[in-house]
Every structure is written in structure tokens, then in C-alpha cells.
């Protein structure tokens, strides 16, 4: 079973550009979620995506980040436009019910807005 | 709020040490607590859980326990190796869903 694949693996960008994170999940998992991890600090949760629909979009920063999954399978993040402290680590992952409770985790998207 | 507390880093350890990484958590309900691991060039491995009080997560000989009185979930290993050499992070879930991260433990073993 292949697990959590994200791409690109690595984004240098400038400030005020927009870049697309994209997250394939495992297949046959409804819960997908986005994570990140800036300068060092803990993991944040950013959202949560039950097939297509958001669940939780609590952990959003603001409104320069827009996540969607169409059709209930991959997803993509978009930055618009980026700003510095966007740099980080974008991690994915999903589970299949949440009685599961184990989230299966990317390798992540490593961002760094110049 | 919902946090989770975890020791500062980094651990440095010989081979064979002994190791402990301490993790506190504060939650409302009664949470599920996870130990997530990053290698070198990784992505986070679900290392261990546990999603009861007194439960004990085990995997690759490393150990933690649910500890309700003392709001504690700490990470163990008898003997580390090289190999073991990563971030840690203990991470807690609660009813809604979302994991709650500390911010990793670097741990470097030294042969």
C-alpha cells in the first residue's frame, strides 16, 4: 500500500508569489489533514478535510491560504500571495475513520519564502 | 486549551545509554497520546500510542506510558543505537480529531 505522497518536496519562492502544495493521501482514506511545522517550533494543525468537505478549518492562519480536495481525493494547499513567516514544513496526512485515530503522515513540503 | 509539553533538546547519548524524553500534556476529556518520529530526510513515523489511562505504547523497544495522575506520557528506551538518532514528538488527540504537537525532541546518539 503506498502511503502519503506530497509534491514538490522542496518550494523556494519570493515574497508576494503563490505556490501549490499538493497532497495525495492513502487511497480509500476520507480524513485528510494539513499540518505545519515553522522555524523549529511544534506541529501545528491547519485543517481537516472529511472526503471533500472541511471539517475543521480552525488552524488556517488567514485567508492567503486556501485548501481544497476535489472529488474527495488529493488536495492541494495554495499561498497567495506568500509571505515570510509562511516558511516551514507543510505536512499531510490521513486516516481512514477517525475511530482509527492513527493519522499516516507525508514526508512533507519543505517552503521557504525569500 | 489542549497542549502538550515535551523537553527541550537536544539529547545527546553512547550507544547503548539509556534514554527518557519527558512529555506533559494538558487536556480536557480524555485524550489519545501518540509518539511521532522523524529521521534524517523523513517524514513523521507513528512510533508508539497509547488511548487509555495505564495503557502502555511499545515498538522498536521503546516504551510509554498513559499516566492519568501526572498528565504524563514519557518516551523510553533501555539501550539506543545510532540508528536511533531523530526528532521525536509527542503529540495528543482529542474528540476533535486534530493531533497536538510539542515542538520535537532532536535526540543524537553517538557510537
Known amino acids: 500500500e503506498a502511503g502519503v505522497t506530497q509534491f514538490p518536496s522542496h518550494s523556494v519562492i519570493e515574497k508576494g508569489q503563490t505556490v501549490t502544495l499538493r497532497c495525495d493521501p492513502i487511497s480509500g482514506h476520507d480524513n485528510l489533514y494539513w499540518y505545519r511545522r515553522v522555524m523549529g517550533k511544534e506541529i501545528k494543525f491547519l485543517l481537516h478535510?472529511?472526503?471533500?468537505?472541511?471539517?475543521?478549518e480552525s488552524g488556517m492562519p488567514n485567508n492567503r491560504f486556501l485548501a481544497e480536495r476535489t472529488g474527495g481525493t488529493y488536495s492541494t494547499l495554495k499561498v497567495q500571495p506568500a509571505e515570510l513567516e509562511d516558511s516551514g514544513v507543510y505536512f499531510c496526512a490521513s486516516s481512514r475513520d477517525r475511530s482509527q485515530e492513527t493519522q499516516y503522515f507525508g514526508p512533507g513540503t519543505r517552503l521557504l519564502v525569500l | 486549551g489542549n497542549s502538550v509539553t515535551q523537553m527541550e533538546g537536544p539529547v545527546t547519548l553512547s550507544e547503548e545509554a539509556f534514554l527518557t524524553i519527558n512529555c506533559t500534556y494538558t487536556?480536557?476529556?480524555?485524550?489519545?497520546l501518540f509518539w511521532y518520529v522523524q529521521y534524517p530526510g523523513e517524514g513523521l513515523q507513528l512510533l508508539l500510542k497509547a488511548t487509555k489511562a495505564d495503557d502502555k505504547g511499545s515498538n522498536k523497544g521503546f516504551e510509554a506510558t498513559y499516566r492519568k495522575e501526572t498528565t504524563s506520557f514519557h518516551l523510553e528506551k533501555g539501550s539506543v543505537q545510532v540508528s536511533d538518532s531523530a526528532v521525536y514528538f509527542c503529540?495528543?488527540?482529542?474528540?476533535?480529531?486534530?493531533?497536538?504537537f510539542g515542538t520535537g525532541t532532536r535526540l543524537q546518539v553517538f557510537p
Open positions: 478535510f472529511v472526503k471533500e468537505s472541511k471539517q475543521d
Open positions: 487536556a480536557t476529556g480524555y485524550p489519545s
Open positions: 503529540a495528543l488527540r482529542t474528540y476533535t480529531d486534530k493531533l497536538i
